[in-house]
């Protein structure tokens, strides 16, 4: 009963954040639009490239194994189009590591071979995603994004598994649909630290747990934080100094 009631619960908050997903695009899109009905252009309209680097920080719903413990890469190129004021369009092409890690089992499990549990599949991903660029320093994303498992690695008490194992698998698929949430914000010149974080979708596959008192299945979700850095090609226009520029006080004058 437990893994029904937390499948349900899954199943409801990725359509509450699809949900929120859309409403917040939509948003954008209006607020983009009254800032070009207002008249102001200012900005950058060059369309632009993107080298992209970071690491990602991943866990599998769904696999019996807790905490963002595998630690893969997140590397490729983009392409961003400036839609309007303040508004652009983005999408990405990256090799994509996810997974999950345990390195010990736990203390019911009398297996100790190491590590107890490693998951590790590799995608092509596709992110397409909506930015709303705040005053050229802050940029926030939301989008979708479509993967492609391009290689498996599953290890269990440090013995290979197989994707094809009719005993524990009861289905799969190598596409991969997240729905994207992220921040940028610049730390020099062209350079941009971004943070964002995805959710599957639909389920990647499920799996038939059994302890030897009892079986259940699980469907898995692949449940992603992203760290990285992006250097923008082509970027003509910049803030000043992308700093805080203070005031100068006017000298008071006396009265006469």
């Known amino acids: 009963m437990r893994y029904h009631y937390t499948s349900f619960v899954s199943m409801k908050l990725k359509y509450s954040l699809s949900l929120v997903l859309l409403f917040l695009l939509s948003t954008f899109c209006v607020l983009a639009q009254k800032k070009d009905e207002s ?9 632009k490239g993107v080298l992209i680097g970071g ?39 990256l090799y994509d590591e996810r997974g999950a890690y345990r390195k010990y089992a736990p203390q019911s499990d009398s297996i100790s071979h190491i590590p107890y549990y490693s998951l590790k599949w590799n995608y092509l991903t596709a992110p397409l995603m909506l930015h709303y660029e705040d005053k050229t320093t802050w940029t926030f994303g939301l989008g979708f994004s479509w993967g492609r498992m391009i290689s498996f690695k599953e290890l269990e008490h440090n013995k290979p598994q197989s994707w094809n194992r009719a005993d524990t698998i009861t289905y799969r698929t190598k596409n991969d649909f997240d729905i994207i949430a992220d921040i940028r914000f610049r730390i020099w010149k ?8 995805s959710y599957s979708m639909a389920k990647i596959r499920t799996r038939l747990f059994n302890n030897g008192a009892k079986q259940w299945n699980r469907d898995q979700y692949n449940n992603v934080i992203t760290i990285r850095l992006l250097y923008y090609l ?3 226009y910049l803030p000043p100094r992308y700093t805080f520029h203070h005031q100068k006080k006017k000298p008071k004058t006396k009265d006469k």
């Not at 062209?190 to 974080?197: E, M, V």
């Open 39 to 47: 008249g102001d252009t200012k900005g950058d309209r060059q369309i």
């Open 190 to 197: 062209h350079l941009k630290f971004d943070i964002s974080y």
């Open 55 to 93: 690491i990602n920080l991943t866990q599998v719903d769904g696999d019996q194994v807790y905490g963002f413990h595998k630690v893969g890469a997140n590397v490729g190129v983009g392409g961003i189009l400036p839609l309007g004021h303040h508004l652009s369009l983005s999408l990405d092409i």
């Open 234 to 236: 082509n970027e003509k």
